[in-house]
């Protein structure tokens, strides 16, 4: 497993963009798969995007497309997800999770270690 931190949360209007990253801790970082999901209401976690182990190859819900971007920097062990013009629907606890092995990114219970969370919330 490795350890993980999400930050940048935070209170924003519609239209705002903010960043939010996602720490990891452990073995080689490139070795992850990491993904971003939310919870807004109920128990389930939703995808909203991955970036891939090895080729960073990155995944986006449909929601979120063209607007969110992930990117990574290996040599900080750190995970990004740029979010551009935020709607009062992207309000959520927004989470992180990394996991070494070929799975399915956009699985939530596919992921071996998971952050605490982050919440961001988007007002008209």
């Known amino acids: 497993q490795v350890q993980l931190e999400e930050t940048g949360g935070g209170l924003v209007q519609a239209g705002d963009s903010l960043t939010l990253s996602c720490k990891g801790s452990?073995?080689?970082?490139?070795?992850?798969?990491v993904g971003w999901f939310r919870q807004a209401q109920g128990p389930d976690r939703s995808f909203v995007g991955s970036?891939?182990?090895?080729?960073?190859?990155?995944i986006y819900a449909d929601s979120v497309k063209g607007r969110f971007a992930i990117s990574r920097d290996n040599a900080k062990n750190t995970v990004y997800l740029q979010m551009n013009n935020l709607k009062p629907e992207d309000t959520a606890i927004y989470y992180c999770?990394?996991?070494?092995?070929?799975?399915?990114?956009?699985?939530?219970?596919?992921?071996?270690?998971w952050g605490q969370g982050t919440q961001v919330t988007v007002s008209s």
């Open positions: 970036i891939i182990r090895n080729d960073g190859d990155t």
């Open positions: 999770a990394a996991d070494s092995s070929n799975m399915i990114s956009h699985l939530a219970t596919a992921y071996a270690s």
């Open positions: 452990g073995r080689t970082f490139s070795r992850y798969t």
